[in-house]
């Protein structure tokens, strides 16, 4: 505002609106002084602000002297606009994995904790300047105590930034008891998390614990020898390594009011089987990349489970059985992608029909109208020619029953064609070269394609 400040301020919704002596009306961010935008109504600005009904309105006709020979007063009306106060929304979430699930991908049966610390890693997809952390005991059977947790950004290896190193809370109290069966979100904490960054969320267990809920396929942590390190910067006391989050729920950010989240739902495919670990180049890993780059402010959630089906309880529950607890309990999901299906008609032990595959895709595409979603269809990428031996049932007519369904039914709010994306143009029933090393699960180069795929103008 290179002219002098005149006539009263008044302020709504994050906007505080000034005028100056030369007549123009000014609105300007509360946040940081940004103008936002500015307007000469003409006549003079008289000095009244008032705000009401979700207008502002501004007297003119102004003069020092004399009036013009032709004065021209009265009230200009300007929209306010609504509240865009900020919000939670998730930027990180994993599917709890019960421990028998958890030993079946990799978890040695005879992990367990006892008066250490263990520090896990997740890639944040959006940013925001306050943070909360969520816990989980999900599948415990007796309270899980957590003596201290803090959260801070990745230097490097276990070390924390110096100066980022945050204590939670939780309820005001640095230790926290969760119910068997329960979960548990610290308190805010100003923290700026930067987009596609990594978080050290440091959890102190005290007492002789059994890791009842956790999640493969995690970037690499560690583990202490005995002590409450949580506010360890350097991470020497780490010696251990790890390969599952344990514990973790879901780490959510304060932004602003348009932002949301997107579940990518579904089996290995999106859990990262294939990935290279600790590069976060799963596709949902890529796809959050898109988003930032395009400046569209979505968090990119990865709700995958190895072995994961839509019907039936394998690996992990069903997606039936999971998906208010992994989809409708994200904060501010606004969009859901379903890739899940290959495991039913691969695995077997039941057999199912692609009809009925189809029908377990009509009830979540139900749930999640009737919670406000939109959901986005992904075709089945191919399975003919992995080399598993559990994968013997699998049927490719059923996959292209399946395929079909999702391409032309219009059941879905939007196709994600990811079958077209990575297949081979002269055998369809296989992946294209170079995009899986196991005929199954997409490598990094095939995840990057299955990212690329997605169409951002569906996010709004």
């Not at 100056?20 to 000014?26: A, C, E, K, L, R």
């Not at 925001?128 to 105590?145: A, F, I, Q, W």
């Not at 059985?321 to 309990?329: K, W």
Request: glycine content about 12%; aromatic content about 8%; charged content about 15%.
């Amino acid at each position: 505002m290179p002219a002098p400040m005149f006539g009263a301020m008044t302020y709504a919704n994050g906007v505080v609106y000034q005028g100056t002596i030369d007549g123009t009306v000014h609105a300007l961010s509360a946040a940081d002084g940004r103008e936002l935008w500015s307007d000469k109504p003409g006549g003079g600005i008289a000095g009244g602000f008032s705000i009401t009904g979700g207008s502002l309105y501004v007297g003119r006709g102004f003069w020092f002297a004399a009036p013009p020979a032709t004065p021209n007063g009265g009230l200009v009306a300007y929209a306010v606009p609504s509240d865009h106060s900020d919000h939670w929304v998730g930027t990180w979430s994993a599917s709890p994995l019960c421990f028998q699930a958890a030993t079946l991908l990799g978890l040695p049966p005879s992990t367990r904790f006892d008066n250490q610390s263990v520090r896990m890693i997740v890639h944040t997809s959006i940013g925001g300047g306050k943070v909360r952390v969520k816990l989980t005991n999900g599948c415990g059977s007796t309270p899980l105590e957590i003596g201290a947790a803090t959260v801070g950004i990745r230097d490097t290896g276990a070390r924390v930034r110096s100066g980022t190193n945050r204590g939670l809370s939780f309820a005001g109290r640095p230790s926290v008891t969760i119910p068997a069966g329960s979960t548990a979100t610290s308190d805010r904490i100003k923290l700026a998390v930067p987009a596609l960054s990594d978080l050290v969320i440091t959890l102190y267990l005290p007492t002789t614990t059994l890791p009842s809920t956790s999640h493969p396929q995690a970037a690499t942590g560690y583990l202490s020898s005995a002590g409450d390190f949580t506010k360890d910067l350097d991470g020497a006391a780490f010696q251990t390594t790890v390969r599952q989050w344990f514990f973790l729920d879901a780490v959510e950010v304060l932004v602003r009011s348009d932002a949301g989240a997107i579940v990518a739902f579904g089996d290995s495919i999106i859990d990262g089987t294939g990935s290279t670990y600790d590069a976060n180049t799963r596709w949902p890993d890529f796809l959050a990349r898109r988003l930032v780059a395009a400046n569209k402010p979505f968090g990119v959630l990865n709700q995958g489970i190895d072995g994961n089906k839509v019907l039936n309880s394998l690996l992990g529950d069903s997606a039936l059985v999971r998906f208010d607890r992994d989809v409708l309990g994200q904060a501010a999901v606004k969009y859901v992608i379903l890739l899940e299906g290959i495991n039913d008609i691969g695995l077997g032990d039941p057999d199912v029909t692609a009809d009925q595959v189809i029908a377990g895709y009509g009830e979540l595409i139900d749930r999640a109208h009737a919670a406000g979603l939109k959901i986005f269809g992904g075709t089945l990428t191919p399975a003919e020619g992995n080399p598993y031996p559990f994968y013997k049932p699998y049927d490719e007519s059923k996959r292209q029953a399946i395929n079909q369904f999702i391409r032309e039914s219009g059941a879905f709010d939007a196709v994600l064609d990811f079958a077209a994306a990575v297949s081979d143009p002269a055998d369809p029933s296989h992946w294209r070269a170079g995009l899986s090393a196991d005929a199954l699960h997409p490598s990094d180069a095939g995840a990057e394609v299955m990212g690329d795929a997605i169409d951002l103008s569906l996010f709004q």
